[in-house]
C-alpha cells in the first residue's frame, strides 16, 4: 500500500485515484502449435467479450508477421466475482496445472465463441499445448487485487 497524503496531487488527481475500484482478477493463457485464430479466422490482435464463463479472450497483435509468430492466446481475463470459479481450480503451487474440467470448459468456450464449424472442440484440444493460469489474489505484490475504472465513473463530469 502507498501513503499518497503528501503526494502533491490537485483536486482532479486525487478524484480520479479515489474513482478507481480494485478487486480481484485472473488470467489464463493456453500455447497452441500454431495461431489458429490468425491462420483459420484472420484474426491479429484485439479482444472478443462474452457472457461465457471465460468473459474475456486477448487475441496478441505483436509478432505474427515474424518467422515465429506467437501460439499463446488469453483465452480467459475475468475479474471481480468472475474469478472465483476459476481461482478454485488453480495448483496454487504451480499455476500451470489446470485440471482437465476448466480445460474442458475453455476449449468449448473457445470453440463456440469462434465458430464450432471452423474451429472445433476436438480441434482446439489437439492444437492445446499447454495452460497456465495467473491470478493477482495468490500474488503477495499486489495483494489480490488490480485496478479497474467502472463503466459508471467513465461519464461523469470532472469537478471544477
Not at 52 to 70: A, E, K, M, N
Not at 73 to 85: F, G, N, P, Q, R
Not at 100 to 118: G, S
Request: some cysteine.
Amino acid at each position: 500500500m502507498i501513503d499518497l497524503s503528501s503526494a502533491p496531487l490537485d483536486t482532479m488527481q486525487t478524484t480520479a485515484l479515489r474513482m478507481l475500484h480494485y478487486g480481484p482478477s485472473i488470467k489464463i493463457g493456453m500455447r497452441f502449435k500454431e495461431a489458429w485464430w490468425t491462420i483459420k479466422l484472420n484474426i491479429v490482435g484485439g479482444q472478443s467479450l462474452s457472457d461465457l464463463p471465460i468473459r474475456t479472450i486477448v487475441c496478441p497483435s505483436y509478432g505474427v508477421d515474424s518467422d515465429t509468430p506467437p501460439h499463446t492466446l488469453i483465452v480467459s481475463y475475468c475479474w471481480t466475482s468472475d474469478i472465483e470459479k476459476w481461482g478454485a481450480l488453480i495448483n496454487k503451487s504451480d499455476p500451470s496445472i489446470i485440471s482437465e474440467q476448466p480445460k474442458t470448459v475453455i476449449l468449448r468456450n473457445l470453440a463456440e465463441v469462434h465458430d464450432p464449424a471452423v474451429v472445433s472442440y476436438e480441434y482446439l484440444l489437439d492444437q492445446c499445448l499447454d495452460t497456465y493460469a495467473w491470478s493477482w489474489n495468490d500474488n503477495p505484490h499486489t495483494m489480490g487485487i488490480s485496478s479497474l475504472l467502472l463503466m459508471s465513473y467513465t461519464n461523469r463530469k470532472p469537478l471544477n
